[in-house]
């Protein structure tokens, strides 16, 4: 059978829907190639999000097409994701050499479209159908189908799709619509997760908070997300349960008082702002105000005092002054986030962002975009620092990514830990004493052992 190669790009939805074509595949009994070079299909799963990660997709495409149809014009190359929905057959036209394109809601379909292609019943597809049901077909995991790739950590999609349609998001239009998993369907299969030796779960979706509001609905007060969290909470043997990326829209509070009532919550929350302006949220149709963000922050830290708390700003959208950002500063100041994602604003086609008046220049984002991080990394090297001579658990996931020969963990709050540490120590939950902190990492020697589970995890496919 053929071996396959997926190379992801964006975010850990996308990282998730790799995964589950990978296992796919891996059904239907294709192997996972080491690396695109020895690979008979090149699967490039794209991110839309930004103009930049666009463009790293196709100049790979275009790379891996010349090299691969001058030495091996066998493989099959194909293009899935945000980018594949969005430009569709459009990609073929510009890269020829492409055999597949393959929307997100048929990434399931993977598996079945390459047979053919290799049958030779199919020349090339292209299909970005809408499919009614599709947020259900993601729920292959390889830990199911290729014990030779343990981890203690899994992503589970628990929705697809976004309503939220802030004004410069393309998410709304490559996703579709909000479409939410049943909670039975979730429960399930975390359990197979589970009972496979993965000890916390991180819940994926667009917009977390959104969840299951039509199909499953509010009950007793709580929100069909906060129904989810219970039902995931009482599953046996699961230690930790994470959660990206919830909206301050609809942010409750049923959902902080989730982290009072519920221990395997882990008291950390990535909670985008965009802005700290009111003047671009309300441009960017965010649907809250700098003081309901704030109200939030204040309610969490409440709940949990040690609440990690991390988020997402864009500078430089359009209309946006030195005033308006000199308050996302000073939000960012206030709130002292853990760690922050920072991005340039990048236009993108069909939202009204892009058509609006006063459109930052190049050099204004560039420049912001430096003070932003200045800030960022300043408050996130005093936080660390701040660590140090502490005592935490972590869940050791495996060799750490920066220098194989340690391992690394992650905090309950969602720090990375890197220690000098040996197989055993894989997949346990272990309590770690804190000797120094560096850049968004920190480093420490095991304390005491709490309790054995699982070996760690590796990889077979890249993100
Ligand atoms: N759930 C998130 C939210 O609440 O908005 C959206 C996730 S989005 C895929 C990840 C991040 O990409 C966003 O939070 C935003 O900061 C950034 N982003 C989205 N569109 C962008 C654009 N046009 N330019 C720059 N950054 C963008």
């Keep these: 059978m053929p071996s396959v190669y997926i190379k992801t790009y964006g975010c850990q939805m996308n990282e998730r829907d790799s995964e589950a074509v990978a296992a796919q595949l891996v059904a239907k009994g294709f192997t996972l190639a080491p690396s695109e070079h020895v690979a008979d299909v090149i699967l490039l799963n794209t991110c839309s999000v930004r103009d930049q990660a666009e463009q790293k997709a196709l100049n790979k495409m275009e790379n891996v097409a010349a090299a691969v149809r001058r030495s091996r014009p066998h493989v099959r190359l194909g293009?899935?994701?945000?980018?594949?929905?969005?430009?569709?057959?459009?990609?073929?036209?510009?890269?020829?050499?492409?055999?597949?394109?393959?929307?997100?809601?048929?990434?399931?379909?993977?598996?079945?479209?390459?047979?053919?292609?290799?049958?030779?019943?199919?020349?090339?597809?292209?299909?970005?159908?809408?499919?009614k049901g599709s947020e259900a077909a993601i729920h292959e995991h390889?830990?199911?189908?290729?014990?030779?790739?343990?981890?203690?950590?899994?992503?589970?999609?628990?929705?697809?799709?976004?309503?939220?349609?802030?004004?410069?998001?393309?998410?709304?239009?490559?996703?579709?619509?909000?479409?939410?998993?049943?909670?039975?369907?979730?429960?399930?299969?975390?359990?197979?997760?589970?009972?496979?030796?993965?000890?916390?779960?991180?819940?994926?979706?667009?917009?977390?908070?959104?969840?299951?509001?039509?199909?499953?609905?509010?009950?007793?007060?709580?929100?069909?997300?906060?129904?989810?969290?219970?039902?995931?909470?009482?599953?046996?043997?699961?230690?930790?349960?994470?959660?990206?990326?919830?909206?301050?829209?609809?942010?409750?509070?049923?959902?902080?008082?989730?982290?009072?009532?519920?221990?395997?919550?882990?008291e950390s929350a990535h909670l985008p702002v965009q802005s700290g302006s009111d003047r671009v949220l309300k441009l960017m149709h965010r649907g809250y105000t700098r003081e309901r963000f704030l109200g939030i922050v204040e309610k969490l830290r409440r709940a949990r005092p040690e609440m990690g708390i991390t988020t997402d700003?864009?500078?430089?959208?359009?209309?946006?002054?030195?005033?308006?950002?000199?308050?996302?500063?000073?939000?960012?100041?206030?709130?002292?986030?853990?760690?922050?994602?920072?991005?340039?604003?990048?236009?993108?086609?069909?939202?009204?962002?892009?058509?609006?008046?006063?459109?930052?220049?190049?050099?204004?984002?560039?420049?912001?975009?430096?003070?932003?991080?200045?800030?960022?990394n300043e408050i996130g090297k005093s936080k660390y620092r701040h660590y140090v001579g502490q005592q935490v658990q972590i869940l050791v996931e495996g060799p750490s990514r920066k220098t194989?020969?340690?391992?690394?963990?992650?905090?309950?709050?969602?720090?990375?830990?890197?220690?000098?540490g040996s197989e055993r120590h894989r997949g346990r939950l272990l309590d770690v004493h804190i000797t120094r902190s560096g850049s968004f990492t920190l480093y420490g020697e095991p304390a005491i052992l709490n309790e054995s589970t699982t070996p760690g995890k590796a990889g077979g496919f890249e993100s």
């Excluded at 994701?81 to 929307?103: K, N, T």
């Excluded at 009482?234 to 942010?251: D, K, M, N």
């Excluded at 853990?338 to 340039?344: E, Q, R, S, T």
């Design 404 to 420: 194989p020969a340690r391992l690394e963990g992650r905090t309950r709050k969602n720090k990375i830990l890197v220690f000098e």
């Design 142 to 266: 390889l830990i199911n189908r290729a014990p030779a790739v343990p981890s203690v950590t899994a992503f589970v999609s628990i929705m697809q799709g976004c309503n939220q349609y802030c004004t410069f998001c393309i998410v709304p239009y490559t996703r579709g619509a909000e479409r939410s998993r049943t909670i039975p369907d979730i429960v399930t299969e975390c359990r197979e997760l589970i009972d496979r030796g993965v000890k916390e779960v991180t819940l994926l979706g667009q917009i977390v908070t959104s969840y299951g509001k039509r199909e499953v609905g509010e009950r007793n007060g709580k929100s069909a997300f906060v129904q989810l969290l219970e039902a995931v909470h009482e599953i046996a043997g699961l230690e930790r349960i994470r959660f990206t990326s919830p909206h301050p829209r609809g942010y409750g509070d049923d959902l902080v008082e989730a982290y009072l009532r519920l221990p395997k919550l882990c």
């Design 313 to 376: 700003i864009i500078v430089g959208f359009p209309g946006e002054t030195e005033a308006d950002f000199e308050e996302t500063l000073s939000l960012v100041r206030g709130i002292s986030f853990d760690n922050a994602f920072c991005f340039k604003y990048s236009p993108r086609r069909d939202t009204p962002a892009a058509a609006m008046p006063d459109q930052v220049s190049r050099e204004v984002i560039e420049e912001r975009h430096r003070r932003l991080l200045d800030l960022v």
């Design 79 to 131: 293009f899935l994701g945000c980018m594949a929905q969005s430009r569709g057959r459009e990609l073929i036209d510009r890269l020829p050499d492409v055999d597949l394109v393959i929307g997100t809601q048929k990434s399931h379909r993977t598996a079945d479209y390459l047979d053919a292609l290799f049958a030779g019943r199919l020349d090339q597809v292209v299909d970005v159908e809408e499919e």
